[in-house]
């Protein structure tokens, strides 16, 4: 009695399917979010003493990334990939909504926005403007290298005077290095790059209480269990060891 219970216990074992993988798609919404403004003029030689380079914007509706003459503004993200521990990552990409009236008042010609690495942890409560930049108003430097000054992705408008809904950045290796440790998850900065015209760029942020369907968000395509099974195929049973 003793061996038949032995067999059907290693036919049970032997004929148990094993998890499946999937491929899932998870859209984050940013868990903070901000920007950093400086508002000069003319006769204002330093960042410092910028009329708004010392206030936290962490409440505002809108994301600004522009350079308008003596006026700057950056903005940054963070998301929280606690959800995503254990998943490989196939795709990542950030999706800032447009919000047409502002961005009209900043744009004479085509803009390109860049998306960049973040190197140093923030509070969006607390930053401003004179935590990340420094030099004189014509020429900001990057202070401690706060973010990497090459974006890892860019997009830009189609038209001048016109406005995408949408634009959006590639951030599947960004998202990757975040999870397996090689890059720390600082978020992201959102900046105007400049091209020798005044542009730029506002986005609605997570406190825009009037158009949450226009919240930032990262779009994660993922897949739980190490391998993309792709959209037909069939799950199959991992290797059977007894």
């Known amino acids: 009695m003793k061996n038949f219970v032995f067999v059907l216990m290693v036919c049970a ?26 508002q000069g003029s003319i006769d204002q030689v330093y960042y410092g003493g910028g009329s708004a380079a010392d206030v936290n914007f962490d409440s ?29 990552v ?14 009209n008042i900043f744009n004479t010609l085509t803009p390109q926005i860049g998306a960049h690495q973040v190197n140093t942890s923030w ?14 108003i014509w ?22 005077g016109s406005y995408p809904g949408t634009m959006n950045f590639d951030m599947t290796g960004i998202v990757n290095g975040w999870l397996d440790g090689s890059l720390n998850n600082n978020g992201v900065a959102i900046t105007g790059i400049r091209s020798g015209e005044p542009f730029g760029t506002v986005f609605y942020s997570s406190e825009s209480a009037t158009y949450p369907s226009h919240y930032p968000y990262l779009r994660v395509d993922y897949t739980l269990g190490g391998t993309d099974p792709g959209p ?10 007894l």
Do not use: C, R
């Not at 509070?123 to 004189?136: K, R």
């Not at 900001?140 to 001048?160: C, G, Q, V």
């Open 232 to 241: 037909n195929a069939v799950p199959e049973p991992s290797s059977i060891f």
């Open 90 to 103: 196939n795709a990542a990409t950030l999706y800032l909504d447009v919000n047409g009236i502002g961005s």
């Open 123 to 136: 509070d969006s409560s607390l930053l401003t403007w004179n935590d990340v930049y420094t030099g004189n």
């Open 13 to 38: 074992i032997f004929l148990m399917p094993a998890v499946p993988s999937y491929a899932l798609v998870m859209d984050l919404g940013a868990s903070y979010d901000t920007t950093v403004m400086y």
């Open 60 to 88: 505002a509706q809108t994301l600004l990334a522009y350079q308008f003459y003596e006026n700057h503004a950056s903005s940054f993200l963070q998301f929280n990939l606690t959800s995503l521990s254990g998943a490989t």
């Open 139 to 160: 020429s900001p430097e990057i202070k401690s290298n706060f973010y990497t000054a090459d974006p890892f992705d860019t997009d830009s408008w189609l038209s001048p």
